[in-house]
């Protein structure tokens, strides 16, 4: 699946957040303004968040209010419930790619 270079830089930030610390995902968005944040996921006794909902909160924060695009990196085959929400909250339509974590497209969910 080709992906544009402002996308394929969402999925190499990604995997970058993801090794950085191990975790078991990693994810980046691209604000409205071409700002990108990205995250790995945080699993604390306290606190879980998956690494694409603190990209979104990192994009929040900064101002942002409104999403172009999404990627994540993860072992699951699947996007995760709680990401997809954060992401559709100001990105209605923009594409969050799913990739594995050496880099490889899996899908792109648009809904």
Known sequence: MGLDDE???LVTLARAARARI???EGAAVRDGDGRTYAAASV???SLTITALQLSVASAVAAGAVRLEAAAVVTEASTLDGAGRAA???LGV??????ATPDGTVLATVRD
């Open 93 to 98: 339509g923009a594409p969050i790619h799913v």
């Open 7 to 9: 996308d394929t830089k």
């Open 43 to 45: 699993a604390l006794p």
């Open 87 to 89: 992401v559709r909250d």
């Open 22 to 24: 191990g975790a078991v």
